[in-house]
């Protein structure tokens, strides 16, 4: 866009606010889009005072020559820079970026946002942004990349893509991680390669990592035709020439790609449309006032980390949160079927005072699948059963010296904290039978539990010597069978506690029909929840993932946020059993994937229904899950949005997804933004 000079110019103007996680940019726009200032530069951890003194320059520029008739923030920090200035509106970083590409190319189909460490990509269809494709945990392939490349040969990053840009014969490094990406470099030395030939080998790496590693593009025309590329690895000209002989097309590049969600947001302010601006004054930004002070929230078991944040006037904002709780409001009344399956198996309590004494079951993994199985089955026995606690992050920190590898999930990694908790509370019996096979539910070639789910107890038993010093037994069973189940357990109890197999039938048979009843009382529940969105004019979200994701330590809370945003919330056990079988094209034996799959396909029968999948970032099983999921979705014109977790979580990467979602949802309902 043209640039006017903020001094000369008079007239109406818009203030568009990107508030990063690690920088913070500002734009100023006149009436034509023009561009009349902009700031870029690191927030140095207080954006509110880096804002705070970007608006004093431009109320000194603008003198009384230049309104600012609207203002809106998008980023990490729009919340709180917006109630900070008391700026017109917020908007999420996806739209803002496709409300900044759309004024370059109106028919823009795909976006792409090639940070210093995060990579954003977006799919447009029909006037809405369809897919979302970010970077999880690995930055190689951003900008810090080429960047770190670039100092340890020697040169600035300006100087090195210069470099790279009319090279013949490029370095073949591959898209490989950073790690082996730097051997691969060191390898090209000694190959004789010369710098502007590693330049241009990194440039395409970038490229290819993008393209085939975060978008896992098969080809060109999965990106699209009209492709707009933002972000300030793309001011590269060597990433931007390697893109285009990539795809074999020529790409739009903005000239303030580095600045493009600030640019949208002030384009976004232009359209309200309003007559005056609430964003404060510069009299009033004389008497501004931010104080913040760090506090944890202990009003549920999430413990989130707030900050409250203090302004002139007594004004507070609080951030961090995961519901309204914190802000002084109930949490969101709307339905949230994960809350009440959570709930359900809290409420099996054991009998005080049983005649065959206590048995502990850690609360965690498959317990949250077969706990209503379990606690009937000893109960019915004489047993007292004892649950561990509710998971948290000093449950995890009891059992961590003991995890052999940090490579595993979360959920697995919990278990060493529940089994030492129940030996703290001077249970001396523990019971986590090691379960190769699920129920077989008719949806899969066949119906395993994954190998950590299904024999994690045994890996507990090697791992955990305190183990040793009680009676922890981790039996091989199956429920999937119910007669060869009871024949099993009615002589490994008689072995084991001297009970006649005839008490272990009948606690048997009690335990399989407590389980039947609590599946269908959940797909009863899931109905309820879906004619009531329906009859409120509601959106229905199905969180779909693993049984233990509705822990709130593993899912971060992550239901109640998305209720937040107005979803009524199912998870994917309330509709999967609607589905027949159906052949997939990877091999469907595991019964939690089984579930995922059917589940996908019937909310591409459902106009009303969007579908989230939640992801443990240590699963290796769900690699698979994610493209097949993926598929399904987009084939029934349906938004795929995948959330990955563990024992970190970036909370504002995940409210991004979720209210991107929830935009596209309401774009399409209006025929594009």
């Known amino acids: 866009p043209p640039e006017t000079d903020i001094s000369k110019y008079a007239g109406d103007a818009w203030l568009g606010i990107d508030a990063g996680s690690t920088t913070t940019k500002l734009v100023v726009i006149d009436k034509d889009g023009g561009i009349l200032y902009t700031y870029y530069g690191s927030n140095r951890g207080n954006p509110v005072q880096i804002v705070f003194e970007e608006l004093?320059?431009?109320?000194?520029?603008?003198?009384?020559?230049?309104?600012?008739?609207?203002?809106?923030?998008?980023?990490?920090?729009?919340?709180?820079?917006?109630?900070?200035?008391?700026?017109?509106?917020?908007?999420?970083?996806?739209?803002?970026?496709?409300?900044?590409?759309?004024?370059?190319?109106?028919?823009?189909?795909?976006?792409?946002d090639i940070g210093g460490q995060d990579m954003k990509c977006f799919k447009i269809r029909n006037g809405a942004v369809d897919s979302i494709f970010l970077n999880e945990a690995c930055s190689s392939g951003c900008?810090?990349?080429?960047?770190?490349?670039?100092?340890?040969?020697?040169?600035?990053?300006?100087?090195?893509?210069?470099?790279?840009?009319?090279?013949?014969?490029?370095?073949?490094?591959g898209s490989r991680c950073t790690v082996f990406m730097n051997s691969s470099v060191k390898q090209a030395q000694r190959d004789g390669a010369s710098?502007?030939?590693?330049?241009?080998?990194?440039?395409?790496?970038?490229?290819?990592?993008?393209?085939?590693?975060?978008?896992?593009?098969?080809?060109?025309?999965?990106?699209?035709?009209?492709?707009?590329?933002?972000?300030?690895?793309?001011?590269?000209?060597?990433?931007?020439?390697?893109?285009?002989?990539?795809?074999?097309?020529?790409?739009?590049?903005?000239?303030?790609?580095?600045?493009?969600?600030?640019?949208?947001?002030?384009?976004?302010?232009?359209?309200?449309?309003?007559?005056?601006?609430?964003?404060?004054?510069?009299?009033?930004?004389?008497?501004?006032?931010?104080?913040?002070?760090?506090?944890?929230?202990?009003?549920?078991?999430?413990?989130c980390s707030l900050?409250?944040?203090?302004?002139?006037?007594?004004?507070?904002?609080?951030?961090?949160?995961?519901?309204?709780?914190?802000?002084?409001?109930?949490?969101?009344?709307?339905?949230?079927?994960?809350r009440y399956k959570?709930?359900?198996l809290l409420?099996?309590?054991?009998?005080?005072?049983?005649?065959?004494?206590?048995?502990?079951?850690?609360f965690g993994l498959n317990t949250y699948e077969n706990l209503p199985f379990w606690h009937t089955f000893f109960t019915k026995l004489g047993f007292e059963v004892v649950l561990s606690p509710e998971s948290s992050r000093a449950i995890?920190?009891?059992?961590?010296?003991?995890?052999?590898?940090?490579?595993?999930?979360?959920?697995?990694?919990?278990?060493?904290?529940?089994?030492?908790?129940?030996?703290?509370?001077?249970?001396?019996?523990?019971?986590?039978?090691?379960?190769?096979?699920?129920?077989?539910?008719?949806?899969?070639?066949?119906?395993?539990?994954?190998?950590?789910?299904?024999?994690?107890?045994?890996?507990?038993?090697?791992?955990?010597?305190?183990?040793?010093?009680?009676?922890?037994?981790?039996?091989?069973?199956?429920?999937?069978?119910?007669?060869?189940?009871?024949?099993?357990?009615?002589?490994?109890?008689k072995d084991e506690f001297g009970i006649p197999k005839r008490e272990t039938r009948r606690a048997a048979e009690a335990a399989y029909a407590e389980y039947a009843a609590y599946k269908?009382?959940?797909r009863k529940k899931g109905a309820e929840y879906i004619n009531y969105a329906r009859e409120n004019g509601k959106k229905i979200l199905v969180m779909a993932g693993r049984p233990y994701h509705i822990d709130p330590e593993i899912g971060h809370g992550i239901d109640e946020l998305a209720v937040s945003y107005g979803f009524v919330l199912i998870t994917e056990d309330a509709v999967s059993y609607l589905m027949d079988k159906e052949p997939r094209k990877v091999l469907n034996q595991w019964t939690y994937h089984s579930r995922l799959y059917a589940a996908a396909r019937y909310v591409t029968t459902q106009p009303d229904m969007q579908l989230m999948q939640l992801v443990s970032f240590g699963c290796g099983t769900d690699a698979v899950t994610t493209d097949e999921v993926r598929e399904i979705l987009e084939n029934g014109d349906k938004i795929y949005t995948q959330i990955k977790i563990d024992e970190i979580s970036n909370l504002g990467a995940i409210t991004i997804r979720i209210r991107s979602l929830m935009a596209a949802v309401e774009a399409r309902e209006r025929g594009g933004f």
């Open 56 to 112: 004093k320059k431009i109320y000194a520029a603008a003198g009384d020559r230049i309104k600012i008739r609207g203002a809106a923030v998008t980023g990490y920090g729009e919340e709180l820079i917006k109630n900070a200035f008391n700026l017109d509106a917020g908007l999420v970083e996806t739209v803002a970026h496709f409300r900044a590409a759309r004024h370059f190319n109106p028919d823009v189909d795909f976006i792409i």
């Open 143 to 173: 900008g810090s990349f080429i960047e770190t490349f670039a100092r340890a040969l020697g040169y600035e990053i300006e100087e090195f893509s210069k470099l790279g840009l009319f090279v013949k014969h490029p370095v073949n490094l």
């Open 195 to 303: 710098v502007a030939d590693i330049s241009a080998g990194l440039s395409i790496s970038i490229v290819k990592n993008a393209v085939y590693k975060v978008i896992r593009a098969g080809s060109a025309d999965d990106l699209g035709q009209n492709i707009v590329v933002q972000g300030g690895t793309f001011k590269n000209d060597a990433v931007l020439r390697a893109f285009e002989q990539e795809l074999h097309r020529n790409v739009t590049r903005p000239t303030i790609a580095g600045i493009s969600g600030a640019y949208g947001a002030a384009l976004h302010a232009k359209d309200l449309g309003l007559a005056e601006s609430s964003i404060l004054t510069e009299a009033q930004l004389a008497e501004f006032i931010h104080k913040a002070k760090p506090i944890t929230c202990k009003l549920c078991t999430n413990h």
């Open 307 to 338: 900050t409250v944040n203090t302004f002139d006037n007594g004004r507070r904002f609080v951030s961090g949160n995961r519901c309204s709780r914190p802000l002084g409001k109930e949490k969101s009344a709307l339905p949230n079927l994960a």
């Open 342 to 344: 959570y709930d359900k």
């Open 347 to 362: 409420s099996y309590h054991g009998v005080e005072g049983a005649p065959r004494g206590k048995i502990g079951i850690p």
């Open 396 to 493: 995890y920190r009891l059992g961590q010296h003991t995890i052999p590898s940090d490579t595993v999930c979360y959920p697995a990694k919990l278990m060493h904290g529940h089994v030492l908790e129940l030996m703290n509370a001077g249970v001396d019996t523990i019971f986590y039978p090691c379960m190769p096979y699920n129920f077989d539910e008719g949806l899969g070639d066949n119906n395993y539990n994954c190998p950590v789910v299904a024999y994690y107890p045994e890996l507990l038993a090697a791992n955990v010597k305190e183990l040793k010093k009680i009676r922890y037994l981790y039996p091989y069973f199956g429920l999937h069978r119910e007669k060869d189940f009871i024949k099993r357990a009615a002589k490994y109890f």
């Open 520 to 522: 269908d009382e959940i």
